[in-house]
Structures are given as structure tokens and as C-alpha cells.
Nanobody, 127 residues
Framework: QVQLVESGGGLVQAGGSLRLSCAASGFAFGDYAMGWFRQAPGKERELVAA????????YYSDSVKGRFTISRDNAEKTVSLQMNSLKPEDTAVYSCAVDSRPLRRILTTSTTEFDYWGQGTQVTVSS
């Protein structure tokens, strides 16, 4: 079965950096786009970054563009999120997820098109 295990969260001061990783198993990782989402208390889940299965096209939400970088390693079946210049408003539970369709021609940026969530990792940014 599909398994996604996130790691790398923690407590960091504003301006600091963290690197999140997501280890995937149970599906043909190389055929699927992957996304990183976050959800803060009382707020809706937000797609912050996504990466396609081919050509490694990327998407970033306006709130993280220029600060976060998504990458993937198909051989290791991992997707990572490098987060720099962190702000208190970045505080949330971060989860990775799999595109619901394999081999999609265009990278989807719709929250509803992602499936199979990990358990999430907490990121807390202090001011």
C-alpha cells in the first residue's frame, strides 16, 4: 500500500532554514507528481509546492516563492522541501502527497487532485 513518511520538521527562529523529506513506498514513484502541503490551526490545507514526474517542472504558492525549493530523487523515492528565510506565518503541519493520476501531462496545482497523505511533520517558526 502507499506509504508516505515525512521527516525534518522542528522549531526554528525566524530567518532560519529547515529541510523536509518525504520517503515514499508502495507505488511507482517515478510516474507521479508530488506535492507538499501545509495546514495551520484554523486554516485550510494549502498546496505550497509541487513537482512533476517528468522534466521536474515545479509550482510554488505565492507565499513561499523564492524561499522554498522542492526537489525529488526518483532512485531514492524521496521528495524534499528546502525552506529558507522562514517566517512565523510558515508555522504549520507539513505533509507530502501524491498526484491522484500517474503520468499527468501538466503539473496539477489543485488540492483536490492529490491523494495519499503522509502523517505530517510540525514546523514551528518563532519570532
Amino acid at each position: 500500500q502507499v506509504q508516505l513518511v515525512e521527516s525534518g520538521g522542528g522549531l526554528v527562529q525566524a530567518g532560519g532554514s529547515l529541510r523536509l523529506s518525504c520517503a515514499a513506498s508502495g507505488f511507482a514513484f517515478g510516474d507521479y507528481a508530488m506535492g507538499w502541503f501545509r495546514q495551520a490551526p484554523g486554516k485550510e490545507r494549502e498546496l505550497v509546492a509541487a513537482i512533476s514526474w517528468i522534466h521536474y517542472n515545479t509550482y510554488y504558492s505565492d507565499s513561499v516563492k523564492g524561499r522554498f525549493t522542492i526537489s525529488r530523487d526518483n532512485a531514492e523515492k524521496t521528495v524534499s522541501l528546502q525552506m529558507n528565510s522562514l517566517k512565523p506565518e510558515d508555522t504549520a503541519v507539513y505533509s507530502c502527497a501524491v498526484d491522484s493520476r500517474p503520468l499527468r501531462r501538466i503539473l496539477t496545482t489543485s488540492t483536490t487532485e492529490f491523494d495519499y497523505w503522509g502523517q505530517g511533520t510540525q514546523v514551528t517558526v518563532s519570532s
